[in-house]
T-cell receptor, first 114, second 112 residues
Framework: KQEVTQIPAALSVPEGENLVLNCSFT??????LQWFRQDPGKGLTSLLL?????REQTSGRLNASLDKSSGRSTLYIAASQPGDSATYLC?????????????FGQGTILTVHP | DAGITQSPRYKITETGRQVTLMCHQT?????MFWYRQDLGHGLRLIYY???????DKGEVPDGYVVSRSKTENFPLTLESATRSQTSVYFC???????????FGPGTRLLVL
């Protein structure tokens, strides 16, 4: 059974700092990995999706990397802003008959203070 | 562009009652999903559907029933609600050939 772990569970940083969120998964047979953002009381918003054949994806100040063989992904946020405060979730998708079903980590709660 | 909506947004019910949570998407996406989110467990898949009239169990299906008679709707029914089903429920959809899932705003359910 796939298990996804995110470290740290919570992170508080001053504005402007660069930061890294970590995600690890136990079964390397994944189809893709996605990073989501969740604001309090809201649904999830997809930030980045990395295919299993890719090493990284970038969107603005966000960069996600994937090392499938070691079962790890990182989300790098450059020059953090208070508006980045949210819970960040990573999720892996298995292939085959499980295609599209996501297994989530428990998330990292990020607080960026002015 | 309404996207994906859920109703009700908040619901309080009693143990043993039947409750139906609604999910509607305007994109005609093929795939739809129901997740529950609980402290200490993260999001867990309850049921998913690959198309109208095609549904399958996820990780935690016990106590839930789904149907999908129309592509745009995917209701989730708790046949006899229990306190352990107190949770936040999220519906999501994805188009065939795409990989990003789009999530609704969630329904907060409290079972007394």
């Amino acid at each position: 059974k796939q298990e996804v772990t995110q470290i740290p569970a919570a992170l508080s940083v001053p504005e402007g700092e660069n930061l890294v969120l970590n995600c690890s998964f136990t079964d390397s047979a994944i189809y893709n990995l996605q990073w989501f953002r969740q604001d309090p009381g809201k649904g999830l918003t997809s930030l980045l999706l990395i295919q299993s054949s890719q090493r990284e994806q970038t969107s603005g100040r966000l960069n996600a990397s994937l090392d499938k063989s070691s079962g790890r992904s990182t989300l790098y946020i450059a020059a953090s802003q208070p508006g980045d405060s949210a819970t960040y979730l990573c999720a892996v998708s298995a292939g085959g008959t499980s295609y599209g079903k996501l297994t989530f980590g428990q998330g990292t709660i990020l607080t960026v203070h002015p | 562009d309404a996207g994906i909506t859920q109703s009700p947004r908040y619901k309080i019910t009693e143990t043993g009652r039947q409750v139906t949570l609604m999910c509607h998407q305007t994109w005609s996406h093929s795939y739809m999903f129901w997740y529950r989110q609980d402290l200490g467990h993260g999001l867990r898949l309850i049921y998913y559907s690959a198309a109208a009239d095609i549904t399958d169990k996820g990780e935690v299906p016990d106590g839930y029933v789904v149907s999908r008679s129309k592509t745009e709707n995917f209701p989730l029914t708790l046949e006899s609600a229990t306190r352990s089903q107190t949770s936040v429920y999220f519906c999501a959809s994805r188009d065939r050939g795409e990989e990003t899932q789009y999530f609704g705003p969630g329904t907060r359910l409290l079972v007394l």
